[in-house]
């Protein structure tokens, strides 16, 4: 009985932390799910590019900046329901985006 390893025993803290990081692993990729659902990263790299070559028109720079903003409040709400332990307000796409990325 003495040769007993306890070197690969299992905390209650060594799982509580394991589960907090699974949970922020896949609310971030719900997050990136989320996001990529209404335009992927190649048709916002297109989107950078014409807002930065001036292709936008005012309105569409408009609907572009909105977008931003909402990839940013994604990824908070991702943020803000890991830490708290609650269930992610995710926000809703910005109106005209669907027509935006169709063009793109």
Known sequence: MANIDFSKVQTTEARTARKHKD??????????????????DRTQMNLVGAAIAGDLSRAEMVVFRASRRWIAETLAASRAAASSGADPEWPDAPTGL???VARF
């Open 23 to 40: 949970r922020r692993v896949a609310l971030k990729a719900e997050a990136r799910r989320r996001i990529a659902a209404v335009f992927d």
């Open 98 to 100: 669907a027509e935006l």
